[in-house]
């Protein structure tokens, strides 16, 4: 996984790494050292709410989700 690119993701749907933080349950730190490859490895949880909060972004920014919640 490419930890500093899906976290460039979120911050492109203007999530700032401590909002990102909050919402998974980790310190600003840990996204932070994410972002910059200081880590390369997070705790397995870390990974896994990571991936299911960019999925969820992802989810809200498709065109389609826009059409049918109108």
């Known amino acids: 996984?490419?930890?500093p690119?899906?976290?460039q993701d979120l911050s492109s749907a203007d999530m700032t790494q401590a909002q990102?933080?909050?919402l998974i349950g980790v310190?600003?730190?840990t996204i932070s050292d994410l972002a910059t490859g200081r880590?390369?490895?997070p705790a397995?949880?870390?990974a896994d709410k990571l991936r299911a909060l960019h999925k969820r972004v992802q989810?809200?920014?498709a065109?389609?989700?826009t059409k049918a919640g109108a």
């Open 1 to 3: 996984m490419n930890w």
């Open 44 to 46: 397995f949880d870390t």
């Open 39 to 41: 880590t390369l490895k």
């Open 59 to 61: 989810r809200r920014r």
């Open 63 to 65: 065109p389609s989700e």
């Open 20 to 22: 990102i933080a909050s």
């Open 5 to 7: 690119e899906l976290l």
């Open 27 to 29: 310190n600003q730190s």
